[in-house]
């Protein structure tokens, strides 16, 4: 009884606060004297042309996302909020500030993403895994998606239950239990793991493939000559809290000294690997403050405080949608995600952390 009353303000809560009028309300009668400071992450931008890729955001869409932010928010470069903090309101004399991230190093940001920041002159930090920028590889998330849609093995078995890979939603269902299952073990079991599945599957990968999805060099450059700033998203994208010390400091230092000396400019924020609690600890950010990072964010769904540990930043997920972004970035939404604790639950249906 109480958990259907709790379900049904809850309800009522989301409702109100994606209604645009009591959001401009809200933000007219806040109060409060710090400001209100969102970063958003967002990994793939592009048209859906394929059954086996990662979810990605329709260009048009993330394009109506830059012009609402553009329009209720001052829209700031990751430098900016390190360097600045509380002076961001007396410099733009505005009190609700947005920043754009996108997270792994998808040739689609330069593609699609880049030309729709470059119009609007918004700026953005893109968070690259090194060892992955014009080398041709694909993520291991990638490889197992492409399999499992294109084996021709009908049946997949597991201790957990079988799987009939001649249905597209058990295909769908496969791909999400391997993924959790990768991303809980250590590097070097996964890594194992991964070539076993390799050779069950027995898919031929398009020998292009990992040059037509990740960023090379040039393009990096490119944008960095166009208002786009580049972190640190690791080199090899492991889960730091399941490798060991020695390999997380070549994680950290190394991603740190390829993008420096390609861009010939010091990189100064980094983004955990699937950046969820369990993915980093108290060693890794020391590791990260002792590398001469000047912040690092997580995937934490919320707005930042200005008391927030510049090394546990939190970031919101735009969703695939106007409305999500709209409801999420709202001051009325987190203060009452706040009060009445509904943000996590509610926020793992749209949240695609990679
Ligand atoms: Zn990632």
């Not at 209100?36 to 086996?52: A, F, N, S």
């Not at 955990?272 to 609690?277: D, H, L, R, V």
């Amino acid at each position: 009884m109480i958990e259907g009353f709790k379900l049904k303000i809850k309800r009522k809560t989301i409702r109100l606060a994606s209604n645009q009028y009591l959001i401009n309300l809200y933000n007219n009668v806040s109060t409060k004297s710090s400001p209100y400071i969102i970063i958003i992450v967002y990994h793939r931008i592009g048209p859906k042309t394929d059954e086996w890729s990662f979810p990605s955001l329709n260009p048009h869409v993330f394009e109506t996302q830059m012009i609402y932010l553009k329009k209720y928010f001052q829209i700031i470069s990751m430098d900016e909020y390190i360097n600045l903090g509380v002076q961001l309101m007396s410099k733009y004399n505005s009190s609700r500030f947005a920043i754009i991230t996108f997270d792994d190093g998808y040739r689609d940001s330069y593609k699609n993403a880049f030309p729709i920041l470059r119009s609007h002159g918004i700026p953005a930090t893109i968070f690259l895994t090194t060892g992955f920028i014009g080398s041709g590889q694909l993520f291991w998330w990638d490889i197992i998606r492409y399999m499992v849609w294109n084996t021709k093995i009908k049946c997949f078995k597991n201790d957990i239950k079988s799987y009939n890979l001649s249905l597209n939603l058990e295909k769908t269902h496969l791909i999400a239990q391997l993924e959790y299952m990768l991303k809980c073990i250590p590097e070097s079991k996964k890594n194992k793991i991964i070539c076993d599945l390799i050779d069950y599957f027995n898919v031929e990968l398009p020998n292009d493939l990992g040059k037509e999805l990740i960023l090379s060099w040039d393009e990096v450059k490119e944008m960095n000559e166009n208002g786009i700033d580049f972190g640190s998203h690791t080199v090899s994208h492991p889960i730091l809290s399941n490798i060991s010390i020695t390999d997380a400091i070549y994680e950290i230092n190394q991603s740190k000294r390829d993008i420096e000396q390609k861009i010939g400019m010091p990189v100064n924020s980094f983004s955990y690997p699937n950046g969820q609690p369990l993915d980093f600890n108290p060693s890794i950010i020391k590791l990260v403050k002792k590398s001469g990072y000047k912040c690092a964010l997580t995937t934490k769904q919320k707005s930042v405080s200005l008391e927030e540990e510049k090394f546990e930043l939190p970031r919101l997920s735009s969703g695939l949608d106007l409305e999500t972004l709209r409801l999420v970035s709202s001051e009325l939404y987190q203060d009452a995600s706040y009060i009445l604790n509904l943000k996590d639950k509610w926020c793992d249906s749209f949240c695609c952390n990679i």
